[in-house]
């Protein structure tokens, strides 16, 4: 079982379908002023599962900003087209890489849904 394989009773916490996602993304922690970069694991209407660089302290419920990029090769996400998220999980993993799943907040919940 690798690090991201989850238990059946933790595999469907969404209330959307969620797509598989590749995606570069970057998360903003303004608890600490610093930029993670990432990828996406998958998407929903609702959230998504983000693999992140390196490890940071995360807290569920708190409240950090996600960008993710438009097309693969896009190496700047301007912290303006970030949009806010709510942390509903931490998967902390052997690789000190860990995974996140975040809850889209509103409004930016809208703008997240336009780019899955």
């Known amino acids: ?6 238990k059946p009773e933790e595999r469907e916490r969404r ?5 598989t996602v590749d995606w570069p993304c970057k998360v903003y922690l303004p608890q600490s002023g610093r930029y993670v970069a990432g990828q996406t694991c998958n998407l929903s209407r609702s959230g998504a599962l983000l693999r992140l660089e390196r490890s940071v302290n995360l807290a569920v419920g708190e ?9 693969r090769r896009q190496a700047l996400i301007r912290r303006a087209d970030m949009q806010p998220v709510t942390i509903q999980r931490v998967i902390n993993t052997t690789d000190d890489r860990p995974a996140v799943a975040v809850r889209f907040d ?9 780019a899955a």
């Open 15 to 19: 209330s959307e379908p969620r797509s």
């Open 63 to 71: 409240t950090i900003y996600l960008g993710i990029a438009c097309k």
């Open 1 to 6: 079982m690798n690090d991201l394989e989850l």
């Open 106 to 114: 509103l409004p930016g919940a809208a703008a997240m849904r336009t």
